[in-house]
């Protein structure tokens, strides 16, 4: 009887078990599919990034190409890297004359065919390369990749938006169901850019013409949008003459320019020679930094503290 009883109790507790496992596969089914849903998306430089998190929330995994702390004129994508983007159903271009794009985009875009390809420059007015003013704007259809404009377009916070909108378009072609939720997020977002932009311009309301010192000719766009002059202390990706270091040191003494803004991604040694000979300090500001709103809230902040005093 007792033997009886075991194997009864055995055979509901099987039972039991049985009835069990289906949940736990369609659970597991779920788990899969919500992995589906996440789409992968490529992107050259880390400040794209923050603007497809902010569009896709937890519905995206993305691939940036040049890492954070890596220069774009010379970095090599890990074959990590290039395996991501082989399953990729979106790349996001800067779309202006980076290094790394005009070296490597060709070469990616063969490696996925199906892959769609977003241009975050279009519909923004590109500057020169290596002109500030207000006159400088070129034609954006000079050059399948805008050759000599300046590249930087996401330091500036106008352009910064019309690359959020860009990105957005691309994704909602892509993945059309969930366009109300990236919708919302995006315009959530935009509003933030647009915040941050009349914060900075208010600011800087006079401080009209007025000279600050970088080593990279990074920050042209930035300087454009808020009528000021950026003074670059490299020529042509190079080191300056001792003879352009001596002009710099007369014309920072002049201006009373204590702060030279330099890149962590790039050697310049010369912005610390100068640096020294006019009691003043270089200050890093990365113009690659993910934290794209607080990186910009940051430049604006210490840019400010040095253009007061002048």
Known sequence: ?????????????????????????????????????????????????????????????????????????????????????????????????????????????????KMLIADCSKNINLIEAGRENQDSSIDENS???????????WLSL????????????AIISIDPKNTDYYKKNKTDYVKRIINLDDKIRYLFENTDGKIFMS??????????????????????GKEPSLQKIKEFIDLAKSENIKIIFASPELNSSSANIIAQ???????FVSPLAKDFLQNMTDMGNKLYEQLKNE
Request: charged share 20%.
């Open 143 to 153: 050059g399948s990749m805008h050759l000599g404009a300046d590249p930087h377009i």
């Open 158 to 169: 106008k352009n910064a938006a019309i690359m959020t909108e860009n990105i957005y378009a």
């Open 1 to 113: 009887m007792r033997d009886n009883k075991k194997i009864v109790t055995f055979l509901i507790l099987f039972s039991i078990l049985l009835l069990f496992l289906p949940v736990s596969c369609s659970n597991e089914n779920l788990i899969k599919n919500k992995e589906a849903d996440v789409i992968n998306i490529i992107v050259s430089i880390p400040p794209q990034a923050e603007f497809v998190e902010a569009i896709c929330g937890e519905k995206a995994d993305i691939t940036i190409m040049i890492p954070p702390g890596a220069s774009p004129h010379t970095y090599e994508p890990m074959t990590s890297q290039l395996v991501n983007v082989s399953n990729a159903l979106l790349y996001a271009k800067v779309g202006t004359p980076i290094e790394f794009e005009n070296n490597w985009l060709k070469k990616i875009e063969d490696m996925n065919k």
């Open 215 to 236: 080593y990279h000719d990074s920050w042209a766009y930035f300087a454009k949008d808020y009528r000021l002059t950026q003074l670059t202390i490299e020529e042509n």
């Open 277 to 283: 000979e006019i009691g003043g300090s270089v200050i």
